[in-house]
């Protein structure tokens, strides 16, 4: 892996993939119709993180719901709560349920994901995908792990399932555009990721992904488009580090001097980024820098 590729990925680090597998859905922007089934209703308030409203509707499920899907509604709540133990042992519970079956391995995946278990994650997602082709978390989940392997050509099918069952999904999206930034397919990334922000405006993965694919194709611009008095320091620092992967080191050395003026605390990392900035310049031969002087 060259210089650029290592510099983009520490700087990708410092970023969630949304995931991104596990996190709730973006808000869509049609209006639906409230969700009338128990496990709709447990799904739709477990989406929009409302966790103790979801807690209520399964503390009170009607005696007449199914055992399973009070179960399956549980191991979800698990999921939600961070709970993975918890979570995966209550899917485990339902795989030999025909009709809970396919949800409960999309579970299990998104559990053992989580909890980094890739191989027992994407046997799982496997299986989800394969009883049911429609599970739209699955998907997202089958592109992150294969996003950690660096297997594209499964990433690349894994996320079009994902947004061709769900194109408002800023989840999938972002998921897409960070695994093209990944690949430094910059451009490409920048057009997923703009459709995320402007569905979900405040998924805060989406709109810094945003920051370094524009950076990293040298829209310094349109990188800052976004930035407000708040998030000045922070995206000064995010678009540095894209810039210092472009090898552009002077104008990197600018932004991480300038996110320092600009916070009235010691910023630490931007003190990091021209630390590593400075030996980057001592490693390539005719590169300058004032702050490698």
């Known amino acids: 892996m060259g210089v650029k590729a290592l510099i983009l990925a520490a700087a990708l680090a410092l970023v969630s993939a949304a995931a991104t597998a596990g996190a709730a ?8 119709p409230a969700p009338t089934t128990f496990i709709g209703r ?26 399973t899907r009070v ?22 519970a339902l795989l030999g349920e025909p009709a809970e079956a396919a949800r409960a391995q999309q ?37 992150v792990a294969a996003d950690r392997v660096k297997d594209w050509p499964r990433a690349d099918v894994a996320y079009a399932k994902a947004v061709e069952l769900q194109p408002d999904s800023a989840i999938a999206l972002t998921n897409r555009g960070y695994s093209r930034l990944l690949r430094g397919r910059a451009a490409e990334a920048v ?6 922000v402007a569905i979900d405006p ?3 993965p989406a709109r810094t992904d945003l920051e370094i694919a524009r950076a990293m194709t040298g829209d310094y611009k349109g990188a800052f488009a976004g930035s407000t008095k708040a998030t000045l320091a922070h995206d000064l620092n995010t678009i540095g580090f894209a810039a210092m992967a472009r090898g552009e080191y002077e104008v990197a050395e600018a932004y ?13 990392t931007a003190w990091d980024n021209l630390v590593y900035l400075k030996q980057l310049v001592h490693a390539s031969p005719g590169a300058s820098v004032s702050a490698a002087r």
Not at 191 to 196: E, G, H, M, P, S
């Open 202 to 204: 405040k998924l805060e």
């Open 256 to 268: 991480f001097t300038r996110a320092m003026q600009l916070n009235p605390a010691f910023d630490h």
């Open 191 to 196: 057009a997923d990721l703009q459709k995320a």
């Open 42 to 67: 447990v799904d739709a308030a477990l989406a929009a993180s409302r966790i103790e409203e979801a807690g209520a509707l399964i503390a009170g499920a009607d005696a007449s719901e199914p055992a």
């Open 71 to 92: 179960a399956l509604a549980k191991a979800e709540y698990a999921l939600a709560s961070n709970s993975l133990d918890d979570a995966a042992a209550g899917f485990t």
């Open 107 to 143: 579970g299990l995946g998104l559990a053992r994901l989580r909890q980094g278990k890739l191989a027992a994650a994407i046997a799982a997602l496997d299986a989800a995908v394969a009883a049911d082709p429609t599970l739209t978390r699955a998907w997202i989940a089958r592109g």
């Open 25 to 32: 859905p973006p808000k869509v922007v049609a209006v639906l």
